[in-house]
């Protein structure tokens, strides 16, 4: 999975580290990190997720503003 670039919504994403993880039940899976560029300010910023479910952050720490969406071409 390193390597991998996923696009959502026009940014793209690349995994940068999978380490993995043991879950309560005993099933194996992974964590992820992903390495993107801030959609307001172009600032390369990352952060982690699960194997399965992919809900990315499209702003770095100093500009994310959960639930409001990125405006066009920003």
Do not use: I
């Not at 172009?42 to 990315?56: D, H, L, Q, R, V």
């Amino acid at each position: 999975m390193m390597g991998a670039v996923r696009n959502h919504k026009g940014q793209d994403y690349t995994c940068t580290a999978s380490v993995p993880f043991t879950r309560k039940d005993g099933t194996v899976s992974a964590v992820l990190t992903w390495q993107s560029d801030c959609a307001e300010c172009g600032a390369a910023f990352s952060f982690k997720s699960g194997a399965t479910k992919f809900e990315p952050n499209r702003r770095c720490a100093q500009h994310k503003r959960p639930g409001q969406r990125v405006k066009a071409g920003g």
